[in-house]
């Protein structure tokens, strides 16, 4: 009886130790996978701090709503001097992450950047290249800079374009 009493308990604690250690196994896959960068997951709107369930544009962090060129195109004209994004919130003066996502893929510049009057639109002066692949990004992982005048940061984009030959 002895016997079989040692041997059970020694079966339920290889048992503890295999359970375990394949939760812990799965828990560091999990861990390292979210820290590999990658697309960013959709999120959930923000709720509102009464916990009320309403989402509104003025409670949301600010979003890309329009960009000059359009993101996608594959037929700028290379003479075009300035890059235009739009937010949807008025945006923070002298706050802005306009930056790169690759090796030659970010335009020269030939001014600093500078909100207009509506403090919504940044606006980036540059000198495009014929036939050239441009993939900026208006904050990033690494870059977080393009906030709302409540300090809030903007929603990472990726603006992607090619210019005519």
């Known amino acids: 009886m002895m016997a079989w009493a040692k041997t059970k308990i020694v079966a339920a604690v290889i048992g503890v130790i295999v359970i375990g250690g394949a939760g812990g196994v799965v828990a560091m896959k999990n861990a390292m996978a979210a820290d590999k960068p990658g697309a960013p997951a959709a999120q959930p709107p923000p709720r509102d701090p009464q916990n009320d369930g309403t989402v509104s544009v003025g409670k949301a962090p600010p979003v890309v709503i329009k960009t000059e060129p ?95 030959k």
């Open 70 to 164: 359009q993101a996608g195109l594959t037929d700028v004209d290379p003479s075009l001097t300035e890059i235009k994004v739009t937010y949807s919130k008025p945006m923070k003066d002298n706050s802005w992450s306009w930056s790169t996502w690759g090796d030659d893929t970010f335009p020269k510049m030939t001014g600093k950047p500078h909100y207009e009057a509506d403090q919504r639109s940044c606006v980036l002066p540059v000198k495009l290249e014929p036939g050239h692949t441009y993939a900026i990004w208006l904050n990033s992982e690494n870059f977080g800079n393009f906030r709302d005048t409540n300090g809030e940061k903007a929603v990472p984009y990726l603006l992607v374009f090619e210019t005519k």
